[in-house]
């Protein structure tokens, strides 16, 4: 059974930084791909960015530039470096992780973008 677990959210002004960690349980994290996806109130779910096994990265086109997914194999733990953060990036952030046997959700972390 895979788990999830998702932290570092929190508050924070306009403008600056916050880096989301998601840990993997079990020793097939570095074979299959991860991914960020966030839902804001009264929102759908919608992709932030994604990863795959060798790193190649994709990013919705409203965080692009100011958003940085990584992933550390050793640590089973996958990244997402946030820059710049803007109001609109207010939303509980989920990781993924997409698996033969099905799809993964953590429990999400709570990013609030405010002055």
């Known amino acids: 059974q895979v788990q999830l677990v998702e932290s570092g959210g929190g508050l924070v002004q306009p403008g600056g930084s916050l880096r989301l960690s998601c840990a993997a349980s079990?020793?097939?994290?570095?074979?299959?791909?991860m991914g960020w996806y966030r839902q804001a109130a009264g929102n759908q779910r919608e992709l932030v960015a994604d990863?795959?096994?060798?790193?190649?990265?994709k990013y919705a086109n409203s965080v692009q530039g100011r958003f940085t997914i990584s992933r550390d194999s050793a640590k089973n733990t996958v990244y997402l470096q946030m820059n710049s953060l803007k109001p609109e990036d207010t939303a509980v952030y989920y990781c993924?992780?997409?698996?033969?046997?099905?799809?993964?959700w953590g429990q999400g972390t709570q990013v609030t973008v405010s002055s």
């Open positions: 993924k992780m997409l698996t033969p046997s099905g799809v993964y």
């Open positions: 079990g020793s097939i994290f570095s074979i299959y791909p």
């Open positions: 990863i795959t096994s060798r790193g190649i990265t």
